[in-house]
């Protein structure tokens, strides 16, 4: 049984607002769910426009300071990536999208 608003699908997508790297930790990336559900463990694509960046996955989610394991849409919320590549927060704007794939 779902969550309460939260339903699995293949589909999910959530707009970047910001990005940032902290040491022994990995890259941080904030925003907003603007369709779907995403969970920890989720393979993603970085994309502006038509264009993928890269792709990575989702080693942690966290709202508000706390960890979940899945975010809805609506939800704000920081995605920790499983890259270790500080030179890749260099390759993300405002208003990328991740996408679920």
């Known amino acids: 049984m ?3 608003g ?3 699908a293949s589909y999910a997508e959530f707009v970047i607002d910001d ?3 902290i040491v022994k ?3 941080i ?3 907003t769910v603007t369709g779907g559900v995403f969970k920890v463990g ?3 694509a970085v994309c502006r426009g038509e264009d993928e ?3 990575s996955c989702i080693a942690a989610i966290e709202q508000y300071r706390n960890e979940c394991e899945k975010v809805s849409e609506g939800a704000v919320a920081g995605f920790l ?3 270790d590549d500080s030179n890749l927060k260099k390759l993300i704007k405002r208003n990328d999208i991740i996408k679920k794939i």
């Open 2 to 4: 779902a969550e309460s």
């Open 81 to 83: 990536l499983e890259n």
């Open 29 to 31: 990336i904030t925003g």
């Open 42 to 44: 989720d393979r993603i």
């Open 53 to 55: 960046l890269f792709e």
């Open 25 to 27: 930790r990995g890259m």
């Open 19 to 21: 990005v940032f790297f």
């Open 6 to 8: 939260v339903t699995e």
